[in-house]
């Protein structure tokens, strides 16, 4: 993967405006577009062709913007491709748009019980995120931005399942356990850090387990450190 990742968003929504001037998707249609190219794209992953999945990848969200998972998919291969400094900023971007979605839906007063589980998983996905990009900024040894990113990680832990310090200590052993693994056996590798999502998923949901806090429906976003 060569080309730089550094205005990236800004020429996506221009070529996603080019794009629909030329090409108009029924929603269907553009559901199964996306789904063709999905899949390509996890099938390239899978042979190591990082610059063919990139571009389909883009093509996604060429196609549909607000496409998380695209994103999603898009920063791990990054990852996977040890082009950490892309990655970097496909996460932080995700990051934003998780903030702004949080902010807009913390705000309102008449949620349906199905906006709140909603609620809860984008606290859960944001969690998630914010440590992905914690471990993209230690592996470029920017190590400020990694404690700023962790911080952002505990948060919405602690407002979606009430957790204590105690918990945030814990959350900080298990992580930081696999991350020191991954950097002292593996430098640069995903063999270690593939697990980081599977045990945030377990943690959240020893803490959602304990009667005093409340349930949460975060679940798991599919492909992730997968490869």
């Not at 962790?150 to 399942?161: H, K, N, V």
């Amino acid at each position: 993967i060569q080309q730089r990742f550094r205005d990236f968003y800004q020429r996506i929504m221009i070529a996603e405006h080019q794009y629909q001037q030329r090409i108009f998707f029924s929603p269907e249609e553009r559901r199964r577009r996306v789904e063709v190219l999905m899949t390509e794209a996890l099938a390239l992953r899978d042979q190591h062709n990082f610059i063919d999945a990139e571009r389909r990848y883009i093509e996604i969200v060429r196609i549909d913007p607000r496409n998380t998972d695209a994103y999603h998919a898009l920063g791990d291969l990054y990852i996977d491709a040890k082009e950490y400094d892309q990655a970097r900023e496909t996460f932080t971007f995700l990051l934003a748009h998780h903030e702004r979605e949080l902010a807009r839906m913390s705000g309102r007063k008449d949620l349906t019980a199905q906006q709140q589980e909603e609620l809860v998983a984008l606290r859960a996905e944001l969690a998630k995120d914010a440590n992905t990009l914690g471990y993209c900024c230690g592996m470029l040894d920017d190590y400020e931005s990694a404690q700023e990113a962790y911080e952002r990680f505990a948060e919405p832990l602690r407002t979606s399942t009430g957790a204590t310090q105690e918990d945030l200590d814990l959350i900080g052993a298990v992580i930081g356990g696999l991350i020191s693994q991954q950097l002292s056996n593996e430098p640069g590798g995903t063999r270690w850090v593939r697990l980081l999502d599977d045990a945030v998923d377990l943690l959240v949901h020893r803490f959602d387990s304990k009667p005093t806090r409340a349930a949460s429906s975060g679940g798991r976003r599919t492909a992730r450190r997968k490869s």
